[in-house]
């Protein structure tokens, strides 16, 4: 699709959907409204970013060793005379490192058909052997050189692992190969193939997202293509100005969600230093504080060597020599330190306020806030009126369809939204949204809404 068809298709498209946006929406679910736009962030910057390839326009991409490697051990197969052993992991075609290993496998096809070099694909999955069947076939074809190309190609050994890899391992001995390829799943038997690679001198390129098998295939061979690179391997292979492009459209999301990841960690700082800095948040400090010290002073006052020695360590074992229940009779409550004392309010159930976990300050400080200023809770209008509403939608999306249809025919001539506030001033309970009014109010404007989610 030309430039100027796609545009006009995508401003249709825009238009169509102002219309049905101000017509009210309907059947649209709000609380799926974040999906909805990141759907459109990624298709947008995707299609961006592909018909940005397809006009010619230059996309760097950096340089993979192990992707350029691949054609240099393919000409050194045919320079030395000798097979290019190709195996794409022991999985099935429902893993995607798999389909990622027959995708590589079609362009490595291409170039032993265009060096006329002998290529052996063993499989242990008769699904793969198919289709990896296919994608050779197809690669000889688009070469020119179908005579080339024989069923026995690739073929299947077994489905049990080690038995794979002892079937592989022959192959290697008996007809040493001078390039072995690994692209796919691999577990166990990946270090198994890689040793015997090495073992005959053949240039070996690995590739998988498994990393607990990553480390034995950088180990023992020449080049390994980690993680995405071995996904992206078919858009530097191909070349294709769509795989480019959806290859760089991925890079500009990383980029994105890592700023918006980073946003948002710097906003919900800016949250707790709001926090930290109001009289409630300080008077709350204070006040537990006071109570977690004076308790864990009276627990330690009246206990016994032995729960003073459990307390402090955090254990339920007693010690096991006297002199050590002897120093734990006699220390003084105000000679412990600060560690101390944090070990034996976890243990006694009393903890001090740095130890609450950081939602359970923000709620308590929030409801406190509300407590402190009811009289505004109470006669704030808006903010009822956007609470109702909000709650009766919530309650609309959960009822059933007849329990729907209950209500519209109670309310036949009411708007979407006026039946919102109708069924949200049946079902609202005030008192769960004492903290969400406090967030409303105190909270920097620009985060407002963003924090609601906490």
């Known amino acids: 699709m030309k430039d100027k068809q796609f545009w006009s298709v995508a401003g249709i498209i825009f238009v169509l959907f102002m219309i049905y946006w101000f017509a009210g929406h309907p059947f649209f679910v709000s609380e799926r409204g974040v999906m909805f736009w990141s759907i459109l962030v990624v298709g947008g910057v995707l299609i961006y970013s592909t018909r940005m390839a397809k006009r010619g326009e230059k996309i760097t991409l950096r340089s993979i060793p192990g992707l350029k490697a691949v054609e240099e051990a393919v000409g050194r197969s045919t320079e030395m005379g000798k097979p290019v052993l190709y195996v794409p992991g022991i999985m099935d075609m429902d893993q995607v490192e798999t389909v990622a290993g027959v995708v590589v496998l079609g362009h490595v096809a291409k170039m032993t058909a265009r060096y006329e070099t002998s290529l052996n694909v063993p499989v242990s999955r008769a699904i793969v052997m198919k289709a990896a069947r296919e994608s050779c076939r197809e690669s000889y074809l688009l070469e020119g050189r179908p005579d080339l190309f024989h069923d026995d190609m690739v073929h299947y050994l077994t489905d049990d692992q080690f038995a794979y890899a002892a079937g592989v391992n022959g192959i290697m001995i008996r007809e040493e190969p001078a390039a072995c390829l690994y692209m796919g799943k691999f577990y166990a038997e990946s270090l198994l193939l890689a040793e015997t690679g090495n073992s005959i001198g053949a240039i070996q390129i690995a590739g998988t997202a498994s990393p607990s098998q990553i480390p034995f295939f950088v180990t023992a061979c020449d080049y390994t293509l980690i993680g995405e690179e071995?996904?992206?391997?078919?858009?530097?292979?191909?070349?294709?100005?769509?795989?480019?492009?959806?290859?760089?459209?991925?890079?500009?999301?990383?980029?994105?969600?890592?700023?918006?990841?980073?946003?948002?960690?710097?906003?919900?700082?800016?949250?707790?230093f709001e926090q930290q800095r109001s009289d409630e948040w300080k008077d709350l400090k204070q006040k537990t504080n006071l109570s977690a010290e004076k308790s864990i002073a009276d627990f330690w006052n009246n206990a016994d060597p032995i729960s003073r020695y459990r307390a402090v360590n955090r254990s339920v074992s007693e010690p096991s020599a006297e002199h050590i229940l002897n120093k734990y009779k006699n220390i003084a409550y105000s000679d412990l330190s600060k560690r101390q004392k944090n070990n034996i309010a976890f243990t006694t159930g009393t903890p001090f306020w740095i130890q609450l976990p950081v939602d359970n300050r923000m709620e308590i400080v929030n409801q406190t806030f509300t407590d402190n200023n009811q009289s505004g809770y109470d006669t704030d209008a808006e903010f009822r009126q956007l609470e109702i509403v909000k709650e009766g939608k919530n309650k609309w999306n959960q009822m059933g369809e007849d329990e729907r249809e209950e209500y519209q025919v109670k309310f036949p001539e009411m708007n979407r939204e006026d039946l919102y506030a109708e069924i949200g001033k049946e079902t609202i309970e005030w008192e769960d949204h004492e903290v969400a009014w406090a967030i409303n109010q105190r909270s920097i404007p620009v985060i407002k809404n963003i924090l609601m989610v906490q």
């Open 230 to 272: 071995f996904f992206a391997a078919s858009a530097y292979l191909s070349q294709d100005p769509e795989l480019i492009g959806g290859v760089k459209g991925q890079d500009y999301l990383k980029i994105l969600f890592t700023s918006v990841l980073l946003l948002s960690v710097l906003l919900f700082s800016m949250n707790i």
